[in-house]
């Protein structure tokens, strides 16, 4: 009960002005008396708060622009909140009688809070007819609040020697006019600027119109809102205070500053140049508003003058002329630094500027129709839009920064800017960032999730967008000092790929050749699906690092008889699955980690094939169709067990290969001495006949060895009266190298054998 007595108390103290108090309090004593009646029981109670509380949400958004009276006003909604939750304890009339006893002291402390706030709490209650209303409803005169001492009523015109009298005659009360303020300040009419000062430096709130001609500055610091129009014409005034207004028109040179302007309707701005001379000019030197301000519009009008008959913005006639002008398009000659609000201007042209600010977002469902900057001197461009049709950006070619890191989707977006952040795009129809030499994407996904835009990027080193589905990227043209990073999702055409330095591809959808990219030093392809064929020929140069993954179908590292890929020595890395890995020719290759499997219906292909320097590898694999190890001159050993089952698809005409031949051509040192080989080498042995056994070959052989279970499997699967596999078209040609020193004999002999079948009669084993 206490706090809903307080809350009703401070609301109607926050609008009541500083007339005679005593007569105030006194209908606030019996609206309190009025109000002990209603809440003698819970309901009544209940029915008291929800009308003050009613009353305070009205107050709380009318006052929002005021920031003292804001935070009262949010205290008071919040001692309702908690009382409404506390209401169903209050049950005896004892709780009244305590209040009683802090209603002088809380009297008092509203009354300092009213002298403070009197002005501003006019200025709102007659623009808002609907708080007006509700505070009618808790009593509140309002009608005689507008007629307190500190305002007003009528209009105040200051043209000449007699005008300016009068008004200096009205004291205090000209803190809040009820109606319009025009004055006229020239080198004949008897006007001055001190003598206009001493009343317009009093002036908080104009409910009306404000207009200021004048050949000097003017004081008009008190200013807070003004419900019209608002214009100041030939001189700038003092008037940083100004928190609202209507439409406003500023012609004047110097530069236009409104730090606190938050609301306006359609502001025109006009530019100055330079000059000099007898009437000479300082220009527009600068335009810097609030960033918060919201407007409808901001625009350059060509020219400003001031009629005497009211009404809104025209091009002609009413009580702002403007001239011509294009709605949200601003065009600044000499302004070195230009700041506009939370104001949907699409169009801004700058000659001298270096800065530029746009804090205009919108929303998450509107933004702007278009955007287009131009300033050929601009080094920093900031822009808070969030959504845009095309954009356009036009900067200074050396150390230009555009950060526009809410921009979430766009049209066509075009820049020239060296540092470019559009770091939270998701969309657009395409990007030309020509003088990037570095372009981040993290966000970009292009047209739609599966449509890409392309991305042109003509001066850039580094392209990361991982989630760029590109038909086209555009990257470094020319010769290249210093190769081109790129990261995107998937890219159709990579253009320029001879500049290519480092390449990532986060979903690869379509097949890509890379033979040419002569700089590239580590590539990253993750694949889509086993449609997508890469090929890295032997003109990769420079490549040290790569590394494949997810669904790929052909792979093919090297070139078919060219040596080549002469600094990938340990580099090469796969996972994922892979249809078919060949590796070939790669002169560099000492080592590889096959980390990958293969499609569980269709079966693997690998090939590995004249890598000179290939010591040895092991495979991941696990269904094989092909399986060609040939011509490495030095291989040590390769380790096959993990191929251990069939295609689920296999059928009766399912073609199998298993070649390795031609790996011990080249002896380490000394030749025809076995151990001095690293090749497959092998021994054979022949076991004699027995009583109850025929001779027979044992193949000792670890590599081929670990070929055995698989190639024990298709065996019985060829040997079955209903094959599963068919085995007819199998090609098994396993060649290792052997001892072939005869018995007693002291010079040594290397013999190859070759194994073409497989059945019941040939082992191969570690035995």
Request: charged share 15%.
């Amino acid at each position: 009960m206490k706090k809903v007595l307080l809350s009703l108390l401070a609301v109607a103290a926050l609008v009541l002005s500083c007339q005679n108090y005593d007569d105030e309090f006194a209908a606030l004593n019996s609206k309190v008396a009025s109000l002990e009646s209603q809440i003698s029981s819970l309901a009544g109670l209940q029915t008291a708060l929800t009308q003050v509380q009613s009353s305070v949400s009205a107050l709380q958004a009318a006052v929002s622009a005021i920031p003292n009276l804001s935070s009262e006003v949010a205290a008071i909604l919040a001692d309702l909140s908690d009382l409404e939750t506390a209401v169903s304890g209050a049950t005896t009339a004892a709780d009244l009688d305590a209040l009683k006893a802090e209603l002088n002291t809380t009297l008092a402390a509203l009354q300092a809070l009213i002298e403070a706030n009197s002005a501003s709490i006019a200025s709102v209650v007659a623009a808002n007819a609907s708080l007006k209303s509700q505070l009618e409803a808790l009593g509140v005169d309002v009608d005689a609040l507008l007629a307190q001492n500190s305002t007003y009523t009528g209009n105040v015109t200051i043209t000449n020697a007699a005008e300016m009298n009068f008004a200096q005659s009205l004291g205090d009360k000209v803190k809040v006019i009820n109606g319009n303020v025009k004055i006229q300040i020239t080198a004949n009419n008897g006007v001055t600027a001190a003598g206009v000062s001493a009343v317009t430096k009093l002036i908080q709130t104009v409910v009306g119109n404000v207009t200021v001609e004048t050949n000097a500055s003017i004081d008009m610091s008190a200013l807070t809102a003004v419900s019209g129009d608002y214009v100041v014409d030939g001189k700038d005034i003092s008037d940083d205070a100004l928190v609202s207004a209507g439409d406003i028109l500023l012609d004047y040179d110097g530069g236009y500053t409104m730090s606190a302007l938050t609301s306006a309707k359609n502001i025109f701005l006009v530019d100055y140049a330079t000059t000099t001379g007898a009437s000479a000019q300082a220009g527009t030197l600068s335009v810097v508003f609030n960033t918060g301000l919201k407007a409808t519009s901001i625009s350059t009008a060509a020219s400003g003058s001031v009629h005497s008959s009211g009404g809104g913005v025209h091009s002609s006639g009413g009580s702002i002329n403007v001239g011509s002008y294009t709605s949200n398009s601003v065009t600044f000659a000499e302004a070195t630094k230009v700041v506009i609000g939370d104001v949907p201007v699409t169009n801004v042209a700058l000659t001298d500027a270096t800065e530029l600010e746009h804090h205009f977002d919108g929303t998450a469902t509107s933004g702007l129709s278009s955007l287009t900057v131009s300033g050929t001197k601009l080094t920093s461009v900031v822009s808070k839009a969030i959504k845009t049709g095309a954009l356009s950006v036009t900067m200074k070619t050396t150390g230009s920064t555009l950060s526009m890191a809410s921009l979430s989707s766009a049209g066509t977006v075009s820049t020239n800017a060296v540092s470019v952040d559009l770091s939270a795009l998701k969309t657009a129809t395409s990007i030309v960032a020509s003088g990037a030499t570095s372009l981040s994407l993290p966000e970009f996904i292009g047209v739609s999730a599966t449509v890409g835009a392309p991305v042109t990027a003509a001066a850039a080193t580094s392209l990361t967008a991982t989630k760029l589905v590109a038909t086209t990227v555009d990257i470094k043209t020319g010769t290249a000092t210093a190769p081109t990073s790129v990261s995107v999702k998937t890219v159709g055409t990579l253009s320029d790929v001879a500049n290519l330095g480092s390449l990532t591809l986060g979903a690869q959808a379509t097949d890509l050749d890379l033979s040419s990219a002569a700089l590239l030093t580590s590539a990253d392809i993750t694949g889509k699906d086993n449609t997508v064929d890469i090929t890295i020929g032997g003109g990769a140069a420079a490549l040290a690092t790569l590394s494949l993954k997810g669904k790929l179908g052909v792979a093919t590292i090297g070139t078919s008889g060219t040596d080549g890929l002469a600094k990938l020595v340990t580099g090469l890395t796969t996972a994922g699955t892979i249809k078919t890995l060949i590796v070939q020719n790669a002169k560099a290759l000492t080592g590889m980690t096959l980390g990958h499997t293969e499609d569980a219906e269709y079966g693997a292909n690998l090939w590995v094939m004249n890598n000179d320097k290939l010591e040895k590898f092991t495979t991941n694999i696990d269904r094989v169709l092909s399986f060609k190890v040939v011509g490495n001159a030095i291989l040590d050993s390769f380790d096959a067990s993990s191929i251990k089952t069939l295609p689920s698809n296999s059928s009766t005409s399912t073609v199998y290969e298993f070649t390795v031949t031609g790996n011990l051509t080249t002896p380490t040192t000394g030749t025809g001495v076995i151990g001095n080989y690293k090749g497959l080498v092998g021994t054979k042995v022949v076991v004699a006949a027995s009583a109850t056994t025929t001779a027979s070959t044992t193949h000792k052989q670890d590599s081929f060895n670990s070929l055995k279970p698989y190639l024990r499997l298709l065996d019985a699967a060829k040997s079955a009266t209903t094959p599963t596999a068919a085995e007819a078209n199998m090609t098994i040609a396993l060649e290792y190298t052997h001892d072939a020193t005869p018995a007693g004999s002291t010079t040594a002999a290397v013999a190859t054998t070759t194994i073409t079948d497989i059945d019941d009669t040939v082992d191969i084993s570690a035995e």
